[in-house]
Every structure is written in structure tokens, then in C-alpha cells.
């Protein structure tokens, strides 16, 4: 199957696309971010290829869950990824809207993921090597993840740097197999 990110790149790319042609990026921005935030609850995601739901009832139901949150055309955008079948992908799209829209603003985001809480020199050097990296103006989000053992992850747009110890227990492994 293909990846999410690929799947939900040429619909958030629509979306921007729209979203600035009609002058409507930030209550698109706002828009996603709470399909976004719908379609993570795992209950919600169970309701998609529920069998005993309709298609005409879960439509509803997003709609009721929204609110005035949805302007018409996202709307009709939650019925185009509901006739495709890639509603589930709703977060991603958000996440990749998000990033169109930094990166139209000069922003890249970036995402710096650590085994630990990274201490301050440490942190202010990972944020110039990345702003060098980028020339631009970047907003870097932090995040822990134990289970990278060690070292660090990070993250701006398509590109990922893995110097993670458990990156590198991976490879050492597929090395050997």
C-alpha cells in the first residue's frame, strides 16, 4: 500500500491550492486542523467502514461533529475524501496543508525528535545547523521518543535526518541480513 504521505500530498497541495485562490487559507488552515483532530479518535475511525453506517450518515455525522467549523467548500472537500475512500488520511492532509502554508510564509517547520529532553546548547546548536541547512526562517516543534535509544531525528518537510542509535542498530542489522 502506499504511504499516507503520498496518498494525502496531492489533496492537501488542492486544498492550498483552493484555499489561497479564494483568499480562505487560514479557516481551511482551522478547518483541517479539527478533521485533523476528529479523525485521530480511534472511535471515529472505527465509523468509516463501519458496515451498519452509511455513507450519507457518516457524512452527517462529521458535519453535525464540525459545526460552523466547515466552510462549504471543506465541506464538499470532507464528501470528495469520503467518495474516495480516503477520509483516515484527513490528518496527514492537515499536517501537509500546514506545511504548505509555512513554507508560502518563508516558514519551514521542523520536527526535532530526541531519546531525552535536549539541553539548551544542544537544542540552539541542532536549530542552526537546520536553519542553515533550510535558508529560510524555521519553527522547530521538539518531541520525546525513548525509544530511540539514543541520539536524535529530525524532520523538515520531505527530508529526514535518522541519528538515532536505534537508526543505526537497524542499519547495522539489514548490514547482516
Do not use: C
Request: aromatic letters at 6%; charged letters at 25%.
Amino acid at each position: 500500500m502506499l504511504e499516507t504521505a503520498t496518498l494525502a500530498r496531492p489533496y492537501a497541495q488542492a486544498a492550498f491550492e483552493h484555499a489561497r485562490g479564494s483568499g480562505q487559507v487560514s479557516p481551511w488552515s482551522e478547518g483541517l486542523a479539527f478533521l485533523a483532530a476528529l479523525f485521530s479518535d480511534p472511535t471515529l475511525r472505527g465509523l468509516v467502514h463501519d458496515p451498519r453506517i452509511g455513507r450519507p450518515r457518516l457524512t452527517q455525522l462529521i458535519f453535525d461533529l464540525a459545526g460552523e467549523r466547515l466552510t462549504p467548500d471543506l465541506r464538499n472537500f470532507v464528501r470528495v475524501l469520503l467518495d474516495a475512500d480516503r477520509i483516515l488520511i484527513l490528518p496527514e492532509i492537515a499536517r501537509l496543508y500546514r506545511l504548505l502554508d509555512a513554507e508560502a510564509a518563508g516558514v519551514v517547520e521542523v520536527e526535532v525528535i530526541s531519546a531525552f529532553v535536549l539541553e539548551e546548547g544542544q537544542r540552539l546548536a541542532i536549530e542552526r545547523a537546520v536553519r542553515r541547512r533550510a535558508g529560510k526562517e524555521i519553527e522547530v516543534q521538539h518531541r520525546i521518543d525513548p525509544a530511540l535509544i539514543g541520539g536524535a531525528v529530525i524532520r523538515m518537510g520531505d527530508l529526514v535526518i535518522d541519528a538515532s542509535v536505534r537508526g543505526r542498530l537497524q542499519q547495522l542489522a539489514s548490514q547482516f541480513a
